[in-house]
């Protein structure tokens, strides 16, 4: 009888380990939602980059054109939003290299921004948002990073120009190693 | 047999507790450190009415919004994710809600009002949708209202002056439509379970 018993558990406990493989997998199929990478994009030195993206920045009030010189008053808040002017650049990087590489530093052409930083966003056990520059960033040997929001990205500040869905900018990643790879960076809708 | 039946029933349960903990799972990328997504404040907490300036540039008090539910978000405008990314996930609750969208209302605070004048609060919340409500106001006013929700923010100079970054507590709070403060939900948890939060309390 107990022997029995064990016959029928035996292929019972495969199933169950089975159902469960299946179950966890099924569960697992939801992260990075809308970062399906597109094709293989910039690819030098073993560095490949891939879904590489901007955020476009908010729109500025549209001018009227009249070209009237405004107050001094007006014109400073004027200076001081276009100066303001921030967003963030993501992407996925693939190190298909034996070593580390660390991402020192990256760059666009001056009237897109004036500077270009890497930053990581981290959020504490109070739900509280903090975002600073690092020095750099590791893209690990034979694996990935993944800039994205709410971790590490680009960050671009003092935007000179609106930058709308569909735009492209050119970005320039520079590595500890030497290494340099330009990647052109899709302007993604605000929202 | 009826050991076998025994057998199957286990597997069913066993089948049962997998498909309930994928549930649970918070797909997204963002934390989990509390077990269940959002906070129910049991009693609902009182707080103070405010007066802000909208995306119009119009004067704007929270409980204009009376009988309505309320998702307030503190942010600002130059944040480069946590505060697009809740915005978006805002326009997904409302799809969520569906006709209940009629009794809620989205309010993005900035905390950033040196900055965040309402011309530019009207491109960046009307960007989203133009329904969500902007508000905008001076150090003092978002201060205290701040205190009030037990939010945190701080300026962060860097660079230069023009470029500095806030620091900035990325919850979202619910207000009921009686005006207290009904549930607190972290960053990053799924819009449906927001919207179940929010039907709640509607």
Known sequence: MIAHRRWIAAPLAALVLVVLVIGLAACSNDDDNGDTPDAPADDAGGMQVNDAWVRATVPQMADDGSGELAGDDAMDSDMAMASGQTTGAFMTLANHSDTDERLIAASVPANVATTVEIHETTLDENDVMRMRPVDGVIVPADGNLVLKPGAFHIMLLDVQQDLNAGDTVPLTLTFESGLTLDVMADVRPLE | ?202
């Open chain 2, 1 to 202: 047999m009826t050991m076998r039946r025994r057998e199957v029933f286990a597997l069913a349960v066993v089948i049962v507790a997998a498909l309930a903990g994928c549930g649970s799972e918070p797909g997204e990328s963002g934390p989990t450190a509390t077990p269940l997504p959002g906070t129910v404040l049991d009693p609902p907490k009182d707080v103070a009415d405010f007066t802000l300036t909208d995306q119009r540039g119009e004067s704007f008090t929270l409980s204009e919004l009376r009988g309505k539910a309320v998702l307030l978000f503190f942010g600002y405008t130059n944040c480069p994710d946590v505060c697009p990314t809740t915005l978006s996930e805002f326009k997904r609750v409302k799809q969520e809600l569906g006709d209940d969208a009629d009794r809620v209302a989205f309010v993005f605070v900035s905390v950033d009002g040196a900055r965040d004048t309402p011309e530019r609060l009207a491109a960046y919340v009307g960007a989203f949708d133009p329904s969500f409500i902007g508000l905008t106001g001076d150090d003092v006013s978002i201060r205290s209202i701040a205190q009030d929700y037990g939010v945190f923010f701080q300026r962060q100079t860097y660079a230069n002056d023009a470029n500095y970054l806030v620091d900035h507590t990325a919850s979202t709070f619910v207000v009921g439509p009686e005006g207290r403060l009904r549930v607190v939900i972290r960053y990053g948890t799924d819009p449906t379970i927001v919207a179940l939060r929010v039907r709640a309390v509607l």
